[in-house]
């Protein structure tokens, strides 16, 4: 297998934070933490030479609630470590893969989105809910269809992958190989299980069926009581097709007047009621802006510590140093399809059908974004790579495919400070907590600016959640949970700031991949840009872009670049969307017809006027709340980077987002 020690190494941290148990070999997570640098490079040559093979989970059984027993699998800690690097290695071909329709383990989504997605179906009445279980899901997957789906996803880990789900489950001392099923408990299963009816989800959105599934937990809405038949004849019979069959008690189709639970969820007479919140747990949850437990005291060394300055007194100038604060070069953007980017004598030349469009000295660019069928010649590649300029792919539409830049840019002491915070339960979701507040304030600030002008109930609405949700979050106690309040604020968060986009504009809830209307479109070519700008000023400083604490460390993902967008979300990206819109900067021919997957994109015309107003919109001034200057906000995004440095190394306690005023 084609693996390095890293992601190993990764793998391995991510699986010290679960369960201490052991597998059949004895060995639990502490006795292998001893001994652990010993046990990557044995397991990492074993995997090099093909000699790995993953030995049988120990099984037990659970009781569950109604008096039944559940089969639970606990793979062995070197089987875990190679489950959770599989599991990330098919994060993003699964998550091209899946529909918007599925909730269950899958990052970022949850129980909440799951049932706010049903209520927005299940609001407008009269409405007959189809609810359903698949019994022994997870007993009956059949394997040929799984590894099936496995080489259509990714071929070069499907075999990885079955060898995980066919090793066996060890009971008492009894080993037995079933044929079909996933074992509960392995990492892999929840993913696998979503695989596998990722077909049946795809046939029931064709048929025009408005689903919504979490896990093995089925919901539909239909119009009428002969409707909800049909619907669940035909799921019946394509879930027969997949040898899985539904729970007849758990099975039933409720009239319009009739209330029932989905996910702990109560639907009746088209409202949604809210399971009450989990109990606070003594010592796992902390306000935001408490002082964390105090870090042991480091050499007096540091990097340049630009947010642990104190706010100016108000009788000095708030005026920046222009030593330290000007903005540097420029983004160099190629939208031209076709076009050639070369170097001669030190300048970066831009041609389109032979003909020079534009050049600029190597001296002034700091960044170079290709949309489309760019290409750059083997000068510009050296030279870019030479001074450190990176380059990043994007779709013509402004999707994100990769970047060009020198290995190893990441610092060897933030990388160890990194790795260890990274183990820190308590650091991971304080910083966290930190994170999805800042998002969820700034998303309210900018939905009661928007308001002022063009007032809506939707908008009113979301304010009024947001602010409920802020005052909640304490009561988050993992990561989660955190997550399912994150995602919650968003879907109350977009249907009101959709509300307030002029009127062919507006549109109730966030879709990407593709984006389905103009907005959603914008939205999702500003966060690439978003991202981006925040991923350069994390690798330019010296930190490893995957560690972050929201979203999990995962290869293929940059979790601290997510991290840090969340914060900029609304107040840079969508409020300049809002503007783009509600000015009529853009029209609605602007945008190109529907492909044949529903996708809405900019046509390259209006992408170059996108673009060139996203630049200014970087170069505008406001205030950083922390230093107290005024900045651009590309500036303060590196302001902001610094900041979680700080955080990171111990110089200030907790990590300070930026946080717009209410004013």
């Known amino acids: ?28 997570v502490d006795w292998f933490a001893s001994i652990y640098r010993d046990k990557l490079q044995q397991l990492h040559q ?75 179906l299940y609001q407008t009445q009269p409405t007959w809910t189809v609810k359903a279980d698949i019994a022994q899901f997870f007993d009956h997957l059949c394997h040929g269809i799984l590894r099936t789906a496995l080489d259509n996803l990714d071929g070069d880990c499907a075999e990885a992958v079955m060898q995980q789900v066919e090793a066996g489950i060890s009971i008492e ?45 089925l919901v539909l809405a239909c119009d009428s009581l002969p409707e909800a038949d049909r619907v669940l004849s035909d799921i019946e019979t394509w879930l027969k097709q997949l040898y899985l069959a ?45 002082t964390p437990k105090r870090r042991p005291a480091r050499p007096p060394s540091r990097p340049p510590r630009a947010c642990s300055l104190k706010p100016p007194v108000p009788q000095r100038s708030t005026a920046p140093p222009a030593h330290y604060f000007a903005e540097p ?33 190597v001296n002034r660019v700091t960044h170079i974004v290709l949309f489309g069928c760019c290409n750059l010649s083997h000068g510009a590649v050296r030279l870019a790579l030479t001074r450190g300029i990176s380059v990043t792919y994007l779709s013509n539409q402004g999707r994100y495919f990769g970047r060009l830049n020198r290995q190893g840019t990441a610092k060897v002491e933030y990388l160890a400070r990194q ?67 994150e995602g919650k604020g968003a879907s109350v968060y977009f249907r009101g700031f959709g509300s307030l986009l002029k009127e062919q504009f507006q549109f109730e809830k966030r879709n990407k991949r593709p984006p389905k209307d103009p907005a959603n479109s914008l939205m999702s070519l500003g966060y690439t840009l978003l991202s981006y700008n925040v991923y350069a000023f994390v690798e330019a400083i010296g930190l490893h872009p995957h560690f ?25 990206v969508d409020s300049f969307v809002a503007f783009l819109v509600n000015s009529s900067v853009l029209q609605l021919d602007d945008f190109t017809p529907p492909d044949d ?32 200057y005024r900045v651009t906000y590309r500036r303060c995004i590196e302001l902001q980077v610094r900041e979680y440095l700080a955080c990171l190394l111990g110089d200030v306690e907790a990590y300070r987002p930026m946080l717009r005023p209410l004013t």
């Open 1 to 28: 297998m084609d693996i390095n020690q890293y992601q190993l190494r990764a793998a391995w941290q991510q699986v010290k934070r679960g369960s201490r148990m052991a597998g059949v070999d004895g060995i639990t």
């Open 46 to 120: 074993q995997l090099r030479n093909d000699s790995y093979f993953p030995l049988p989970a120990k099984g037990f059984f659970l009781r569950k609630n109604n008096g039944g027993k559940r089969l639970v699998g606990i793979s062995t800690v070197r089987d875990r470590i190679v489950q959770r690097w599989l599991l990330g290695e098919l994060y993003l071909p699964l998550e091209d893969c899946f529909l918007d329709c599925s909730y269950a383990y899958r990052p970022g989504r949850g129980i909440q989105q799951s049932a706010w997605h049903y209520f927005e």
């Open 173 to 217: 001392g009894i080993l037995t190989r079933p044929t079909q099923g996933v074992v509960q408990g392995n990492i892999l299963s929840g993913a696998l299980a979503n695989l596998y009816l990722t077909e049946f989800d795809r046939r029931c959105i064709e048929s025009g069926y408005r689903l919504v599934r979490y896990g093995d937990d």
């Open 246 to 290: 539904l729970q007849p008690e758990k099975t039933h189709i409720f009239a319009p007047d009739e209330p029932f639970t989905f996910l702990s969820y109560r639907f009746e007479d088209g409202t949604l009621t809210e399971p009450p919140p989990p109990q606070l747990k003594h010592g796992l949850a902390r306000p935001y802006g408490a």
């Open 329 to 361: 070069m420029t983004t160099l953007y190629v939208t031209d399809q076709g076009a050639y980017l070369k170097v001669k004598h030190y300048q970066f030349q831009v041609f389109f059908q032979n003909q020079l469009q534009m050049q600029v000295p």
């Open 419 to 485: 790795v260890e915070r990274a183990a820190d339960g308590d650091f991971v979701r304080t910083q966290a907590e930190a994170i999805v507040r800042a998002k969820l304030h700034n998303s309210r600030v900018l939905l009661l600016r928007l308001n002022r002008r063009r007032r809506t109930l939707e908008a009113m609405k979301a304010i009024e959640q947001l602010e409920k949700l802020l005052d909640n979050l304490p009561l988050a106690d993992s990561i989660e949970a955190l997550l399912g309040y």
């Open 548 to 572: 972050g604490n929201l979203h999990v460390t995962l290869d293929h993902r940059p979790g601290l670049v997510c991290d840090l967008m969340e914060e900029f979300r609304s107040p840079l």
């Open 597 to 628: 997957r529903g996708g809405v994109y900019l046509h390259p015309d209006a992408r170059r006027k996108f673009v060139k107003h996203w630049e200014d919109k970087l170069q505008t001034e406001m205030t950083h709340l922390t230093t107290g």
